[in-house]
């Protein structure tokens, strides 16, 4: 058994999340509790609120913190919104959205699945086939941020498609929400769950959770109730969107202590200042990667600023390099998922994460491995890449 | 907006979960994050289940912490277990066996509720009649103690009747476990889960979760998957149980941080000292309450030394006291549920909030609102029937 006081190794957290925690979140993380029912914790919810509907852009009332993981706000907005025989268009270009179509199934649900490559975006013209050929169809369900690939899926156009043919939309923001714009409103989803540890640099357990008023009442008019009673927002609004804070399970209070201070440095950093922060930590990693011979997966325009996927070239020894970074300098990355597994390396740059000394940190340390392994005889040259990115943007 | 440095009320938490929590577990709480995949983590998961196996007095290697409350932890109980068509024997004596019954529903099952007054416990010949009647059962289902009465359901015969049917033996130990004993293999209990936030005494949002062999081998028997796929342990056992860590859903790491924490200072007193303090606070709150008018909901023998549920009887104004302990004295104490609504105070004594100092603080709160009110007119009658408990165990 370890001892009495645990002292983690010192990580550098640069993989698919968890990201770094500010010092301030994680002294949130231990102020004493307070009942779940306490007024002064219902004014805590209240303010949760608040700025979920700040980071989201959105004024839906039913703006929310799951008490699970982001996976449970995948299983959350599938359960509300499917009833046995829907049909749900999802678009299948990585582990998540295959992980949704499961979800659409294990409700009883017909799920239509768009594919396309591991890498690249889901076509809106495939989206729209589909929905011409699917008939009625009660949903499309997409990712935003693919975290097992890095694609950037734009929106915009299928949001559009959602509009024409009175379909609701599903969005996947869990590794895209305080990193890039998840507009609610303006491009109208319906329903997006997220979660705290990517971008909004809170520690796991908790899935920030929005629903317009159009995916309430859809959720209203059920012909049979929620197959999850835990995920049942019919049941949990009773407790934090309808105002009569009425149990129905106990809050993860201190978790929603910190997501409150995390929400607040969001803040006051500001959403624009956020997402470009992280453009350009994105811009400079992937130069310096490039001078290494790491390129990205997904093509130029379409490559997630917060979530670097490259492939990983032979002979380089992927698993080998990946353990040597954490064992060595202490700093964690992403291997790849399913069909990627071996071949790629995932890097985050998210929320706390995404710092000009972070992305100076690994590419660093890359170079030394790349060096010592023979695939390198120059150093520094990734380094001077990415401050040529750096450059360009302070002049 | 609140400040930026939230500091909340002062609060004795005396009601039925959130408990007080240790101060090394809130330090343990803002320790820096690892990655849910970090080797350094992936020692503290095996920890945690060591220790979890403890606690449930359990070999059973399948042993966890579900990514949820402890309506989570009810919610994977029954849907991992319970396919369409399945019969469940529920108890239904409160609100948790209530929600039980309404969960296998929601599967698809057929629930056989056995129903005893809110209160009372189930009697176990109820539970044999319904064995006999109902034909091939799939499960039997109970509450071992009813947060919402106060009532401490005896387990033993109900396990021998499951271990006669070949039935599985599911038990909600919310809040129970680290306050009373739950002996998972000298009963052969089944399927168990808890929560973090009551004996435990470590903050919500974590359930503790155990399944016996054969309850995992009926899992693998299903004909259908399991319809949370959050919670289907068949998936989770592959990163927690089965040794390969392989990824599910990523880990409430710093939640999991506090549980270690929690589960150290429960081993370092000893499960025997911990049940017997649990019962001594109770007895002398009780010997308190009873001299105040209040006088416990459960009959003498069947009230859990974890929980305490009093009738308020007219004209105490039950809701008015309640708010008054909280917003003068800083003490929670919970009111009833369902149709006990107005009509019970529940006074939780769980894991740290059960010491001396908290009955004393509470008695001596509650004779001061009674003499105000003009229901009592000698102080410290309370606190003396309490010293009288306290100074028999002492000699």
Redesign the interface.
Known sequence: ??A?N??????L?L?P??S??HQQV???????????L?P??L??MD?IQ??LRGVFQTKNHFTIAI??????G??ASI?NIVEPGDTVIVGVNGLFGT?LA??VE??GGKAVRVEAPWGQIVEPEAIETALRRSGPTKAVAIVHAETSTGAWQPLEPIAQLCRDHDTLFIVDAVTSLGGAPVEIDRLGIDVCYS?T?KCLSC???LSPFTLSDRALAAIKARRS???????DMALIAEYWAEGARA?????????L??L??AL?LVEEEGLPARFARHQLNSEALIAGLIELGLFPLPPAGHRLPMLTCVTVPHPIPEAEVRADL?STYGI?IGGG?GPLKGKVWRIGLMGESSTEAHVLTLLNALEQLFIRGGGLSTPGVALQAAARVYSRRAS
Do not use: K, N
């Open positions: 058994m370890p009495q645990f002292t983690p190794p010192r990580r957290l993989g999340g968890p770094m925690v994680l002294r949130a993380l231990s102020t004493p509790l307070l009942g779940h306490d002064a914790f004014a805590i303010d608040a700025r008490s699970g993981t982001g996976s449970a995948m299983e359960v992980r499961t979800i294990r409700c979660a540890q520690p796991p357990g109730p929620c197959q999850s009673w835990y995920l149990y129905h399970h106990t809050a993860p209070i201190s978790m202590y910190a409150r201070e607040r954490l964690e998922l």
